[in-house]
């Protein structure tokens, strides 16, 4: 089984296809479940607003050389092509267990924060790999985020 391909343009798109998935259930084509893909990607929506957390130097100098080098190149690629290199590195804290939280829970989760999101009007704290952006950028990477991560589980056929 393959990954479908996904093109959502809104936050909402993203948890209208989570809550379809949790709805009618869903094949992994990858390794992470529901669960751990709202998990994942409520934290990566929240740091915008909450701030991202913080790593030891090795990984931030890391960060920092790649943001001041391909951090821009990379988030304007990833805006122009609408998709992220599947495989690509995260940070461990953001990857949950298998069984991290119901799904339900998840969702309800991530629902608050889409809706947090898209309510706010102040400042954003700017990405530790693509520096700062506006919020127009933010949010469309946060879409593409989900997009992406959602796009490795297949609803299953209905019989």
């Keep these: 089984m393959e990954r479908r391909h996904l093109d959502f343009r809104t936050l909402d798109d993203a948890v209208r296809d ?8 869903y094949e992994q084509t990858g390794q992470w479940n529901l ?3 709202l998990g994942h990607c409520n934290d990566w929506l929240r740091f915008p607003l909450d701030g991202y ?7 931030n100098f890391l960060l920092w050389m790649a943001k001041v080098t391909l951090g821009v190149g990379m988030r304007k690629k990833i805006l122009r ?3 992220f290199q599947a495989g690509s590195a995260t940070m461990p804290q953001t990857v949950k ?4 939280a119901q799904v339900s829970a998840a969702l309800e989760q991530l ?3 889409v809706e947090r999101f898209k309510s706010h009007r102040g400042s954003l704290y700017p990405s530790p790999l693509f520096g700062k952006m506006t ?8 879409v593409i985020h989900l997009q992406h991560h959602l796009s490795f589980l ?6």
């Design 97 to 100: 267990p298998p069984h991290h």
């Design 111 to 113: 629902e608050r924060t």
């Design 81 to 83: 092509e609408r998709a």
């Design 154 to 159: 297949v609803p299953k056929a209905s019989s």
């Design 135 to 142: 919020y127009e950028e933010h949010r469309e990477l946060q």
């Design 18 to 25: 989570a809550r379809q998935l949790l709805q009618t259930g």
């Design 53 to 59: 957390p913080r790593v030891n130097f090795p990984i």
């Design 35 to 37: 669960s751990q893909v």
